[in-house]
């Protein structure tokens, strides 16, 4: 059962100088496509490789209105995007999130900051007890990141995903607010 956030340390969520995050736009549909296409970023996430502009600019077009996407800005180029999915009727408390950083700009606390924000959304004006997510197993940095904000592991599911070449297994990891 994960740890309810109430007995979770609160977290310094200083950002790193110059640091900007905003409500992701269509006009940045270029630099996350950009973002989506680097191969670190993309290792620790579920896209495919080569996405399009026009791929991006219409999820961004699609995206439903209760949902919460940001983008990082750092030396005036968006080094990170985080998107806070809201579920609907008896899962109207939960929501999913996905996020990643700049390939040149991880273990620099932009992912701190912009899970940070998310959380801050989540609980300050959602309302959502839940938040769920799905993690590759391998990839440490991103697990630290989320038990240090009070998710749990609820589960590994085998051969998840297959990336690279070979099968990985995930982690389904949530956070639960009193």
């Known amino acids: 059962m994960a740890q309810p956030i109430s007995a979770i340390?609160?977290?310094?969520?200083?950002?790193?100088?110059?640091?900007?995050?905003?409500?992701?736009?269509?006009?940045?549909?270029?630099a996350i496509t950009e973002?989506?296409?680097?191969?670190?970023?993309?290792?620790?996430?579920m896209r495919l490789p080569y996405h399009s502009e026009e791929e991006v600019r219409r999820g961004i077009e699609q995206q439903s209105g209760d949902a919460r996407s940001l983008v990082a800005?750092?030396?005036?180029?968006?080094?990170?995007?985080?998107?806070?999915?809201?579920a609907k009727g008896r899962r109207a408390h939960a929501a999913t999130v996905g996020m990643g950083v700049h390939d040149e700009f991880t273990r620099r606390g932009i992912g701190r900051a912009l899970l940070g924000e998310a959380i801050a959304i989540a609980d300050e004006w959602l309302n959502l007890s839940r938040l769920e997510l799905t993690v590759y197993a391998d990839n440490e940095p991103a697990i630290g990141l989320y038990k240090s904000f009070g998710f749990?592991?609820?589960?590994?599911?085998?051969?998840?995903?297959?990336?690279?070449g070979a099968y990985v297994d995930?982690?389904?990891?949530?956070?639960?607010?009193?």
Do not use: C
């Open 152 to 164: 749990q592991v609820e589960g590994m599911m085998a051969r998840y995903a297959f990336r690279g």
């Open 35 to 45: 973002l989506h296409n680097l191969p670190g970023y993309r290792w620790g996430t």
């Open 9 to 30: 340390q609160k977290q310094d969520l200083s950002w790193p100088t110059g640091l900007v995050i905003r409500a992701r736009s269509v006009t940045d549909a270029a």
């Open 170 to 178: 995930a982690l389904s990891m949530a956070r639960l607010r009193e």
């Open 73 to 86: 800005i750092l030396e005036d180029r968006i080094v990170g995007d985080i998107g806070l999915h809201p």
